[in-house]
């Protein structure tokens, strides 16, 4: 795959005419997906992508497509020219783009994870057997994703990674449930059936008679994955430096109020992680990590080549939103979080977050799946989905009673489009109280 | 309609698989987006994508594979992979062999077009956004404002082992205004010239919906919000503009009703329904002013078609009539699985995810009620306009919207502008709050063009008309001290 990126790339750039320059970008997958219900496959497929994106400037004009390739070189080319020359039509009727900002240094990189991790077929097979009786619903997905770009200067840059991400649930009745997941480059049978064992834990928890939580504020405890909603509301708008300038930032109360976070917060966008790839769309190669929240205080933004240009900064991500954050951990022994909790909620899943308020980060969403009622810090009864409303600066803030020393590594295993390399690794939080208002 | 495509079919037809049943969907995708944001052109951005769904049937089991290769050898590979998943699923599969659909129509389908996308050039569309920047500026305190057109082609052809052969062509508008307005830590937002309104039609479907002619009042509105006082808390009436039934349709009667969540299919994403399969033909889901159809027959709207992706032809049904439960949303499979009626809407979002049941067009139908006479009602409330927060639990039933704007009801009047404007309900006895449905005058053809749903995850455009609502007894309240 890497050498028919390039090698198209290459005839594309014989293409050009005079001073032109040309980005080429490029993502693609191989990947199976296995859809399940009732611990049996409601939809299976494999689906082969390959899109190639095009910036074609002289200049500082210019105009973008993407194509979808066939993986034929005479029909792709064929394609290809004919899109250039459309680009060409459509740059020549453009004004000048004054916030066009593409790198002209030549940064070659290459990273390589191609091996498959495990045969579709093999896994499913594994998970059905594993399930027993399970009611099992969820998602497995597996296979190579592959991402490059190359530019008409010389760079050449090339990502690609082999991976599975299995995400479930399973089920004793109606909305009660335990979530799961497991995601990543080294399957293990014994580790899927160590997660079974523990969700049949769960289960049995869940079986007891719910607790009805009536409409207050309650001490309690989020895990890592419930954690990682609320962060994720952050990032929606909440870092970039366009939504910064343009003071729609939902953290537009740390820029004009000078409010902050409890100083245990520290938040940094980890590039380095290395999941996804460690260059743009515009060549830039991003930065090992932006620090976005030091002890509280709101410290930088990510910069995408466009706001770096229009305000005069540096270039430190692909686009304004973030795909690797990393939460600093705190101080409590995860083993202990019931204990510390002593009496509350213990939160494992949070739901569909939107904001009641976006100027004061207030936000509401959904409990869901498994969450208990403890006292005297033992599990007593699980609680049916209630609504929170809550402020990001009382529960990051004046509310927070502490971060777990212990961290969770989330791979996201959302699809939209293609298959996500997002990720985030957070501790859990304990709070003085949540809001629940429904 | 499209020779390509078709040329393709016929090519597969010669080499397609003995399998039991099969259907193919080949789809070409072409789109063009032009925006202009603080009065700087953006960059202009093509799509263009081929590419072939085939799903293939073998014993009880089905599999699927989606390949941008539509060569004869291209082709075979995925009946290949389709196959094996096929086979693989006959053991291991939750469906039985008669639970998939064997479609066999023939019928082709194009969105009517009176003024074509390409009918105005490039230049004079940047000169047309470059105006409409302009007429949002109105003030220092507008601090972001930005317009923007996005055209969509999507030409499909459709066929199947039984003898279909369907062939559809949809051409999408989507203009956008947008204001931001900000004073200190105060920050307004207004949205509109059919920022949820996207349409299927050419140009002549701008100024239907107020593009560009809406930019300066939904500037003035935004810089008129940071000043105005929050929205009243407290049990109230409020009336609510198509632009906020909009979300209110989707998400707590589109979801819940979809057959798929029904059967269990999206408890680990999507959600759950509150709705029972027991329920249809007896159930109450709102007052005797409750009138809900599927209506793939509106030309302009998002998702009116001739057939769906499993090939079922589509017509205008009843979901809910006078209140009382009626139908599901399912399509051909889910209506095998449980022996029940339904509607023409498995969807694919793009050529490479297989159809699953979407909410497709779904709409209130418009009552006798002026909105005027409305208000006139209404001791004390909100009216609210245009969607801008939504969340709602697994089962679709605890929601809480917000909306951009709103505006106090008092003595039977309307008064005065109210910030940040919130609300929260039960789906289950909310639509049973539901006091008067607007007229026809107050019906808007408007939709999501963002309904996420599905594993592997799928983003659709689904269309949404409504008249203006007024609800009783609803818990209102406004934005954070």
């Known amino acids: 795959m890497q050498d028919y990126f390039y090698s198209l790339s290459d005839a594309l750039f014989k293409k050009l005419d005079g001073d032109e320059q040309l980005l080429i970008g490029f993502s693609g997958e191989d990947s199976d997906f296995v859809r399940m219900n009732h611990n049996r496959i409601r939809q299976a497929g494999s689906v082969a992508q390959r899109t190639l994106s095009l910036d074609l400037i002289e200049g500082q004009r210019h105009a973008q497509a993407s194509v979808e390739l066939v993986g034929d070189s005479n029909q792709d080319l064929d394609n290809l020219a004919g899109t250039l020359k459309n680009l060409r039509e459509q740059r020549a009727l453009l004004p000048e783009d004054p916030y066009l900002n593409f790198s002209s240094t030549i940064n070659d990189t290459e990273y390589h994870h191609d091996n498959e991790v495990i045969g579709s077929h093999d896994a499913v097979e594994q998970i059905v057997q594993a399930g027993g009786d399970l009611d099992l619903v969820g998602i497995f997905a597996n296979g190579i994703q592959y991402n490059g770009f190359a530019n008409s200067m010389g760079q050449r840059n090339w990502h690609s990674s082999a991976n599975f991400n299995f995400d479930w649930s399973c089920y004793l009745a109606t909305d009660k449930a335990v979530k799961s997941n497991y995601a990543g480059f080294d399957w293990q049978q014994d580790k899927l059936a160590a997660k079974m064992e523990s969700i049949k834990h769960q289960l049995s928890i869940l079986a007891r008679p719910s607790k009805n939580v009536e409409p207050a504020g309650y001490r309690a405890y989020l895990a890592p994955s419930a954690v990682s909603e609320i962060i994720r509301m952050m990032a929606w708008g909440g870092f970039g430096m366009k939504s910064h300038r343009t003071k729609t930032t939902s953290l537009i109360r740390m820029l004009e109020q000078e409010q902050s976070l409890d100083k245990s917060i520290s938040l940094r966008e980890y590039h380095a992680r290395g999941l996804a790839p460690i260059f743009t769309g515009s060549g830039f190669i991003k930065p090992d990590h932006v620090q976005l929240i030091r002890n509280g205080q709101y410290v930088d933004c990510l910069v995408s080549p466009r706001s770096a240009k229009e305000y005069d900064s540096v270039t430190n991500a692909d686009y304004e939103y973030p795909g690797a954050l990393d939460l600093a951990a705190g101080h409590l022994s995860s083993e202990n979080t019931l204990k510390e909790l002593d009496t509350g909620l213990c939160i494992n899943n949070l739901w569909y977050l939107n904001y009641s308020d976006r100027n004061a980060c207030q936000m509401t969403g959904m409990t869901r799946f498994a969450c208990f009622w403890v006292e005297q810090g033992e599990i007593q009864a699980p609680v049916d989905v209630m609504r929170f409303d809550d402020s990001i600066y009382n529960l990051l803030g004046s509310n927070l009673l502490g971060l777990t020393e212990e961290r969770e590594l989330i791979l996201d295993s959302s699809t939209y489009g293609q298959r996500s390399n997002s990720s985030m690794e957070l501790p859990g939080l304990l709070v003085e109280e949540l809001r629940l208002t429904l | ?481």
Not at chain 2, 460 to 473: D, E, L, Q
């Open chain 2, 1 to 481: 309609m499209n020779d390509y495509l078709n040329q393709v079919a016929q090519q597969f037809i010669s080499i397609a698989p003995a399998v039991n049943s099969w259907t193919l969907r080949l789809t070409s995708e072409t789109s063009e987006t032009v925006s202009v944001r603080q009065g700087v052109m953006q960059p202009v951005y093509n799509h263009q994508a081929s590419g072939a769904l085939l799903i293939v049937a073998i014993g009880n089991g089905s599999g699927y594979a989606a390949t941008s290769d539509l060569s004869p050898v291209g082709l075979k590979h995925a009946a290949r992979l389709a196959s094996d998943w096929a086979r693989r699923s006959s053991v291991l599969g939750l469906l039985k062999a008669d639970d998939y659909p064997q479609p066999a129509g023939q019928g082709r389908y194009e969105t009517p077009v009176k003024q074509r996308w390409h009918a105005l050039p490039l230049d004079e569309k940047v000169a047309l956004l470059q105006d409409a920047n302009r007429a949002l500026k109105i003030h220092d305190s507008i601090v972001d404002w930005s317009a923007y057109l996005g055209y969509g082609c999507d030409d499909v052809v459709f066929i199947s082992s039984a003898g279909a052969h369907i062939e559809q062509r949809f051409h999408y508008i989507q203009p956008a205004l947008s204001a931001v307005a900000n004073q200190g830590s105060q920050t307004q937002y207004r949205s509109g010239g059919g920022h949820n309104g996207a349409r299927q039609g050419g140009l002549e479907q701008l100024a239907l919906l107020n593009f560009p002619g809406a930019a300066t009042s939904l500037a003035e509105e935004a810089v008129a919000l940071l000043s105005a006082d929050e929205c009243p808390q407290g049990i109230m009436d409020v009336v609510l503009a198509p632009s906020q039934m909009v979300l209110q349709i989707h998400e707590s009667i589109g979801h819940p009703l979809e057959l798929d969540r029904i059967l269990g299919d999206e408890r680990n994403y999507a959600g759950t329904s509150f709705v029972t399969q027991d329920m249809f033909g007896s159930y109450r889901y709102g007052s005797d002013l409750l009138n809900v159809t599927y209506d793939p027959g509106r030309p302009e709207q998002l998702a009116s078609f001739a057939y769906d992706d499993e090939g079922t032809p589509a017509r205008r049904e009843y979901i809910i009539r006078n209140g009382i439960l009626e139908r599901p949303l399912g399509g051909a499979t889910s209506q095998a699985r449980t022996s029940m009626p339904g509607v023409a809407n498995a969807r694919q979002a793009v050529w490479y995810r297989p159809p699953i049941d979407r909410m497709a067009n779904l709409n209130v139908e418009p009552g006798e009620s002026r909105p005027e006479d409305m208000i006139a009602s209404i001791e004390h409330g909100v009216y609210m306009e245009t969607n801008r927060s939504w969340s709602i639990d697994d089962s679709r039933n605890k929601f809480q919207f917000g909306c951009e704007l709103g505006r106090v009801i008092k003595n039977g009047e309307l008064k005065g502008l109210v910030r940040n404007p919130n609300y929260r309900g039960i789906s289950a006895t909310f639509w049973r709050n539901l006091a008067a449905v607007g007229n026809e005058q107050s019906f808007d053809v408007l939709g999501v063009s963002n309904c996420g749903k599905g594993e592997p995850n799928q983003s659709i455009y689904v269309g949404h008309a409504s008249p203006t609502c007024h609800f009783r007894n609803v818990d209102v309240f406004g934005g954070a001290a």
